[in-house]
């Protein structure tokens, strides 16, 4: 039961629409032949008691003349051993007189005449019996449960006497072949019906489970595969199921919604805890650093002379410039007080990163020009733009295309750098902000860390969509108008 | 009155070219409308009351048609044979004739006896009892010699029972009371053993035909009966089936075969000329093909005193 219960809608639906077709089919079938049977026993009966009531009327005569042959010839004439219906034939035929021996028979070997049939002892011992009970002038039909024969008895009446009876002995097994037959034939009938019905209920109940089942396919994604999920097909009909699959596509939106807006938390805090702990080490480096170069600035003033110690020291103040560098670098620090972002700064920008694109035969298309200045600091947006603007020239293909464009509108100001040429795989995305993240050879991979350490100070948001052939960081940056 | 019916459609139908055929056509359309067993039997019913109703032609010795009364002394019911017969007999007597039969040998007697027909073939026994006013006219050959045998008969499963003697308190079958083979010779039997024939045997019963005998002994409806010998070997070359059910047990002396017999007040002439194509018979192509199919080999004028032991046999019968 439990292994019937667990099977799938794909099999269950159809199995029970099949099991009703079955059924009604079965239950049709049963009715039919019931009522053919039933039918036909009361042909046989009827067909019994008039072959009865004609035999009795004309024997009336030769058993009153005791007439044996002719009487004989009579019951032979009531035999047709050709009869379409050997049901309907009798299997045997009495004539009994009124002390119910036998005065003739159909077969007068098993009935000889003058005998009784009730020293046979059984059957006819007993129909004897129930002549005694009835009146003389009834017919009867008696079928008694041990015997092979049911009989119908007409009495011989001759003016309100009886002088005997006639039995029809009729086989119960003769009637078996017709009616194998008659359930034989409503099976094939029915039979040819469920060969036509099945296969439409079998198609009609697939089509019923279908919806489902891609339902319950969609589900299983869930959470794991969430895009698969939402573009499964579900139904769109307006019934249940339709409803249901509307529900499912809402569900797995929201979800999918959630799931973006957790990587983004997950992103963002990551960046903090980055940012505040390189800017607690650059903190904790720069104090140090800025002492060991004013000593040696200090002794490259007062103390020169020793050639080598002068040499070392010049070693050492390279590489503690470079670290402070790099440290200045990671720890990119506001600077509030600047002049505002001029349309000629974008010009400035394009003059800049012209050697780099050239060298790669990169186009630089510019779409919506900035058309005034904007209450932003200058330099910031410089270093913001010129690092994205390298980094599109990097991946874009050789003689690809970098599009640069900007917009304002509701104290914001939008801007997307865009390059052809290899997408950013999804592993790496999500530390694409990170510093030292790049896979680069070339560079620290420090400026998209500036980029946000930047865009992040400003108080914007910044985005990134990379599929092949097209990447674009989108950056909006709030700003105050005078 | 509906017993008579049924089995005047076999054995009263006159065979009168009308008459017959008429008969044959609504047996035939009996058998077209059958369609079930009961509806069949009803239907038979039906029609042997119509075979009934039709009026028969009146028996009269009328000018020009030569009347021929027939009995169960032979196979009477081949119906075929007796259409060919009877062409046969007109084209020699060059007149027309007509066959007439009935249920028993009584109303053929009856017939003949009052002049209302021409000729009958009878048996020997009712031929000895009513020869002041029956004419003899020709006695058939059968093997050869005008005689043939009473046979008694019992069913070929009865395997213990070797002579009449053994069937007593039986059920016995007879076919007629006017046939010598049939009736007369075991009554005879009987009362020369110093038996009560009517109370030997437990039951008895006439089919008025030797066939039918033959029949009621084969299913074991009877447990004996006596038959004409010459039926029952006829039979047994046409129908071995029937007689094969069936085994003799005694054949009795030899007695004048069944003759053909005149009316009392047929002219010499008109006895000699019918006695004269009975006994050309063997000499043309298709007569000799009828006797054939008859088992006959001729006639013979024969004599009164061929049935001497009949009538001694019924004299011997009547005194009891």
């Not at chain 1, 500036?450 to 097209?470: F, H, K, M």
């Not at chain 2, 008694?152 to 002579?163: G, H």
Request: aromatic share 8%.
């Amino acid at each position: 039961m439990i292994a019937l219960a667990d099977l799938s809608l794909r099999w269950k639906i159809p199995l029970r629409v099949m099991g009703a077709v079955l059924g009604t089919a079965l239950a049709v079938t049963a009715a039919l032949v019931t009522r053919e049977y039933d039918e036909m026993r009361q042909n046989l009966d009827a067909h019994g008691k008039s072959l009865a009531r004609v035999l009795a009327n004309t024997l009336v005569t030769p058993v009153l003349h005791d007439d044996i042959w002719r009487a004989y010839e009579i019951l032979q004439s009531a035999r047709d051993p050709t009869a379409i219906a050997p049901e309907l034939q009798a299997d045997v035929v009495l004539v009994t007189d009124a002390e119910f021996n036998v005065f003739v028979s159909t077969r007068p070997r098993e009935f000889p005449i003058g005998s009784s049939p009730a020293s046979r002892g059984g059957v006819y011992g007993r129909l004897r019996a129930a002549l005694m009970k009835t009146r003389p002038t009834e017919q009867q039909v008696i079928e008694p449960a041990d015997s092979a024969h049911y009989f119908v008895m007409s009495p011989l009446v001759a003016d309100g006497v009886a002088l005997g009876h006639v039995i029809l002995g009729y086989s119960k097994i003769s009637f078996l072949p017709r009616f194998i037959g008659l359930v034989g034939q409503a099976a094939f009938v029915t039979l040819l019906v469920l060969v036509v019905i099945l296969p439409f209920s079998w198609i009609w109940a697939r089509r019923t489970g279908e919806p489902l089942l891609a339902l319950a396919e969609a589900m299983r994604r869930v959470p794991d595969d969430l895009e698969v999920a939402r573009l499964a097909e579900l139904p769109k009909s307006r019934d249940e199921i339709g409803q249901l699959g509307d529900a499912f596509r809402r569900m797995v939106g929201e979800l999918k919604h959630k799931q973006e807006l957790e990587d983004q938390m997950l992103v963002t805090e990551r960046l903090a805890a980055i940012g505040r702990m390189t800017a607690g080490i650059a903190h904790e480096i720069n104090n140090p650093l800025g002492g060991m170069l004013t000593a040696i600035k200090t002794y490259q003033r007062h103390g020169a002379g020793d050639p080598l110690a002068n040499q070392t020291l010049s070693l050492l103040e390279r590489g503690l410039t470079q670290i402070r560098h790099t440290v200045a670098a990671l720890l990119v620090e506001t600077k509030l007080q600047d002049r505002p972002f001029e349309p000629a700064d974008i010009d400035d920008l394009l003059i800049l990163v012209d050697a780099e694109a050239r060298a790669r035969s990169v186009t630089i298309v510019r779409e919506a020009p900035l058309e005034r200045s904007l209450p932003l600091p200058a330099t910031l947006l410089r270093q913001i733009l010129l690092n994205l603007l390298l980094n599109a020239i990097a991946a874009a293909d050789e003689g690809g295309r970098v599009r640069i464009g900007l917009t304002t509108g509701d104290g914001m100001l939008r801007f997307s750098v865009c390059n052809d040429g290899k997408h950013i795989p999804d592993e790496q995305m999500a530390y694409l902000f990170e510093p030292f993240a790049s896979g680069r050879e070339k560079g620290y991979g420090l400026g998209l860390w500036v980029v946000y350490q930047i865009v992040q100070q400003l108080g914007g948001g910044l985005a990134v969509d990379s599929e092949p052939g097209c990447t674009t960081f989108r950056a909006e940056i709030p700003y105050v108008e005078n | 009155m509906l017993r008579c019916n049924l089995l005047r459609t076999r054995n009263v139908a006159e065979i009168e070219a009308g008459a017959a055929d008429f008969a044959l056509i609504i047996i035939a359309m009996n058998a077209g409308d059958y369609s079930s067993a009961g509806s069949r039997r009803r239907t038979f019913l039906r029609s042997a009351l119509a075979v009934a109703a039709m009026p028969l032609l009146p028996v009269r010795a009328e000018t020009g048609v030569l009347r021929i009364g027939l009995t169960p002394v032979f196979l009477d019911d081949q119906l075929s044979f007796l259409t060919r017969w009877r062409v046969w007999l007109e084209r020699r007597l060059k007149r027309p004739v007509v066959f007439v039969q009935r249920g028993n040998y009584r109303e053929v007697l009856d017939l003949i006896r009052g002049s209302k027909i021409d000729f009958a073939w009878i048996c020997g026994y009712p031929y000895v009892r009513y020869r002041h006013e029956l004419r003899l006219v020709a006695v058939p050959l059968w093997r050869g010699r005008p005689y043939y045998q009473s046979y008694l008969i019992v069913p070929a499963d009865d395997r213990k029972s070797n002579s009449l003697t053994d069937l007593r308190g039986k059920v016995f079958s007879y076919s007629d009371p006017d046939s010598n083979s049939g009736y007369l010779y075991p009554q005879y039997r009987l009362t020369a053993m110093g038996e009560n024939p009517t109370t030997f045997f437990s039951r008895n019963f006439f089919t008025w035909g030797h066939r039918k005998v033959v029949e009621a002994v084969g299913v074991g409806l009877a447990d004996g009966g006596a038959v004409d010998g010459y039926v029952w070997e006829t039979l047994a070359e046409t129908h071995p089936a029937l007689t094969r059910s069936t085994r003799i047990i005694e054949r009795s002396p030899e007695f004048g075969h069944p003759p053909f017999v005149a009316r009392p007040d047929m002219s010499a002439a008109g006895l000699q000329r019918f006695r004269a194509v009975l006994l050309e018979m063997p000499a043309d192509a298709e007569g000799a093909e009828l006797l054939h199919l008859l088992r006959l080999d001729g006639f013979v004028v024969g004599q009164p005193s061929l049935f001497d032991e009949i009538a001694r046999m019924a004299a011997r019968v009547r005194k009891i």
